[in-house]
């Protein structure tokens, strides 16, 4: 299967390459675990490294928030988006809309509006600027406006789909709903090629923060916890370390 280099050179030698290209990606985490660094990195590295425009949807916090927060790791992020090479698109007044949205006869629920909303900017925008690489940041508040599983399920499977079907290769980051190493697997999970978790966990009083290839589809990868770390220059992997050995 073709790969698509995520400019992360530890990460990828855990991924044997990169990621599988076209493909759509989970990455989960905890609050500050890193997830949002390591989409835009992702991204940063698409357009500097590869001249691959890239897209990022913001659901979480508003554009303006990202560049502050992202503002020590040295990225240019304003002159890729004056060269249109990067494009961040503000989807967080999606989380706001009313109860209900009438279209003549016919009312939709808030949670369908959103989804619907979401998969046409989406689409839309990656169609328009040419992206080979999308982030969707985060889709936590979306699914759990589903309390029912299969509701839940139906929905995430259709952004999944209308993503995977414009050819460019997705990450799409979601809150873990538990921090423990056994835990019950999400329903994100079992729909996304692959899946990237971000662990973060106490070890004799040491905080150790550890990456793992949960799955991947069609490649083979590094199923082990490895150790990583965030710097100025962004995440870097310890794809040779073992997190046992490091504590």
């Known amino acids: 299967m073709k790969t698509i280099s995520t400019g992360i050179k530890g990460l990828d030698d855990m991924l044997g390459g990169g990621l599988p290209s076209g493909r759509c990606i989970l990455v989960c985490g905890g609050p500050g675990s890193g ?68 279209f003549g006869k016919v009312s939709l629920g808030k949670q369908d509006f959103r989804m619907l909303s979401l998969i046409e900017v989406i689409k839309r925008r990656t169609k328009e600027i040419g992206a080979k690489r999308v982030v969707i940041d985060s889709i ?43 835990r019950e697997v999400q329903t994100e999970e079992f729909l996304s090629h692959g899946v990237i978790v971000f662990h973060t966990f106490n070890e004799g009083g040491r905080l150790i923060r550890a990456i793992q290839i949960e799955k991947m589809r069609g490649i083979s990868h590094d199923h082990q916890l490895r150790p990583y770390k965030i710097y100025k220059n962004g995440i870097e992997v310890f794809s040779k370390e073992s997190v046992l050995a490091s504590t």
């Open 140 to 182: 936590s508040s979306l699914i759990l406006q589903y309390p029912d599983e299969s509701e839940r399920r139906n929905a995430v499977l259709d952004l999944f789909e209308a993503v995977t079907d414009l050819g460019a290769t997705s990450l799409i980051t979601t809150e873990l709903r538990a921090t423990a190493l056994e």
């Open 35 to 102: 997830k949002t660094i390591l989409s835009v990195q992702f991204l940063y590295n698409g357009v500097t490294e590869y001249n691959e425009t890239g897209l990022y949807v913001a659901l979480g916090e508003s554009p303006t928030h990202l560049k502050e927060d992202l503002s020590g790791f040295g990225w240019d992020i304003e002159r890729l988006e004056k060269d249109e090479k990067l494009v961040i698109v503000d989807a967080s007044p999606l989380r706001t809309i009313p109860r209900h949205v009438n």
